[in-house]
């Protein structure tokens, strides 16, 4: 009995003696450490590329329809908005954002009616928003636009004969797994260009498009 007891003891004292496993442990008690920043990493970056993303195709919207030049038709906004969800399509922006461009123009009106309007608007997307600095038809018989459009301290305005092609864009950025660190959150970019040789800015429709295939926003669509 007491050789077994010995061995025991010894066995016991070389088990606590050794550090053959010490690294085992020590990387099991550091990985979840480790995956969570790797994983939170990950979406950190994926929530600065939709950022970019977005904002890209904000500058895309308007710097496209302002190159229209000499007059601009549906065919013209059908075109950019193709552009706009090919642009998107790493983002899967169809599903999840909204494009909204307007026609910003003087109204010719004088005196006290003198200012901005919007003579037309069009938009691309399912997700539900509408302008947050005006509508179509808005400032056309009176002043209520003639600071412009865009965020206060920073409103755009169009010259007399000429347009500004004004752009919001939002989309729904939607975390992977990492909510508690970036919660589902609405991303908002503006960007404004002013169209190039365009003498006509009343939008036609030379193709014969039909209302339910045009661009208005009164449509929602992914593609």
């Known amino acids: 009995m007491t050789s077994r007891l010995n061995a025991f003891l010894t066995r016991a004292r070389g088990l606590g003696r050794c550090t053959s496993g010490i690294a085992i ?15 939170g990493g990950i979406e950190v970056s994926r929530f ?39 642009a998107g399509e790493a983002v899967d922006f169809g599903h999840y954002g909204r494009v909204i461009l307007s026609s910003l123009e003087p109204n010719g009106q004088t005196g006290a009616s003198a200012g901005q309007m919007i003579r037309w608007q069009r938009c691309f997307g399912l997700k539900n928003k ?15 636009m003639a600071t412009g459009m865009g965020p206060s301290g920073n409103k755009i305005t169009a010259v007399s004969g000429s347009a500004v092609m004004f752009v919001e864009v939002f989309y729904q950025y939607e975390p992977l797994v990492m909510g508690d660190l970036i919660n589902s959150t609405e991303l908002h970019y503006t960007a404004a260009y002013t169209v190039r040789e365009r003498a006509t800015q009343t939008l036609s429709n030379l193709g014969n498009i039909s209302a339910g295939n045009k661009r208005l926003c009164s449509r929602f669509s992914a593609t």
Do not use: H, K, W
């Not at 509408?130 to 209520?144: A, E, K, P, V």
């Open 130 to 144: 509408t302008s947050t600095y005006g509508l179509q038809g808005d400032g056309t018989t009176n002043s209520t």
């Open 48 to 86: 600065v590329a939709a950022n970019m993303q977005v904002s890209q195709i904000a500058l895309l919207v308007a710097d496209n329809a302002g190159r229209v030049r000499g007059s601009i038709d549906e065919s013209d906004i059908e075109e950019v908005m193709i552009g706009a969800r090919t």
């Open 25 to 39: 442990v020590e990387f099991a008690l550091s990985l979840p450490l480790l995956v969570g920043t790797g994983v």
